[in-house]
């Protein structure tokens, strides 16, 4: 939307390109495991987490809450493409349900571990002690957050009809490589939380497959995302064969 502000230079411009607010979501969503890793690696003051979500109780708290409910505004604020007839689940639906769990991780955090801090304020505070439900909102909003944008890359990225000047210059080797890399990023995400179900029912409670298993299993299927969203806003559309 341009300004009409009287007090703008002439020749102004303060349109807000779309395209590059999007791909925001993906640099930010890439960003986040990779800037957790370096800083817990570096600093005697963060040590490395068995989660992503565990980093909550580390002075990198703030900082990974901010960026975590800024890709869930994002993903609240995302439209996609109109529902196609026949079509199960649109980008609208699946963006909302992604957001819905997001917010679920971001406010309701995991739960602290024997050498965490557990008196930081939370929305947890206002349940009853000991409550059954309180534990179970976290991880369930972490599978819908992920196991969401696992589908909508697998299935919603490629139904899409492909870019009109793409089709115009009869370029199919670069669709069918997109769609391959959806598919690709898709599968990875929704392996990644298969294996973090399968950890959660096959172990006893703490225990993983290997050491801070979750937290690679996150991170993997975040980067996997934020790859996804940046093929489909075009932004690395330049890496693809013409």
């Given at each position: ?10 020749g102004?411009?303060r349109?807000?390109?779309?395209t590059w607010?999007?791909?925001f979501?993906?640099?930010?969503a890439i960003a986040?495991?990779?800037t957790?890793?370096?800083v817990?690696?570096?600093s005697?003051d963060?040590?490395q987490?068995q989660s992503v ?10 900082a ?5 409910f800024?890709?869930?505004v994002f993903?609240?604020a995302?439209?996609?493409y ?5 079509e199960w ?23 602290a571990l ?35 944008l696992?589908?909508m890359?697998?299935?919603?990225f ?22 391959g ?6 599968l990875?995400m ?6 973090m179900i399968?950890q959660?029912?096959a172990l006893?409670k ?14 993997i ?5 934020g790859?996804s969203w ?9 890496v693809l064969?013409?």
């Open positions: 939307m341009t300004s009409k502000d009287d007090n703008n230079e002439p102004e411009n349109v807000i390109d779309s607010l999007l791909a979501v993906g640099v930010l986040i495991p990779i957790l890793l370096i817990s690696a570096l005697p963060v040590t987490q979500s565990h980093f909550y109780y580390t002075p990198l708290r703030d990974l809450m901010g960026a975590l800024a890709v869930s993903l609240f995302y439209t996609g109109a529902p196609k007839p026949g689940f649109s980008d609208r639906q699946v963006s909302l349900l992604a957001g819905l769990g997001l917010i679920c991780v971001v406010v309701f955090p995991a739960e024997k050498d965490h801090v557990k008196n930081i304020p939370s929305v947890a505070m206002f349940f009853p002690e000991g409550s059954k439900v309180l534990p179970w909102i976290h991880p369930i909003g972490a599978i819908a957050f992920m196991g969401s696992g589908y890359s697998l299935v919603n490629r139904r899409a009809r492909f870019a009109e000047k793409y089709r115009h210059q009869k370029q199919p080797l670069r669709q069918l490589t997109e769609n890399i959806y598919v690709l990023c898709g990875v929704l392996g990644c939380v298969g294996l399968l959660t029912l006893p703490g225990e993983m497959f290997f050491k801070n298993a979750t937290f690679w299993f996150e991170s299927g975040i980067i996997f995302f790859l940046l093929i489909k806003t075009k932004v690395l559309g330049i064969p013409g």
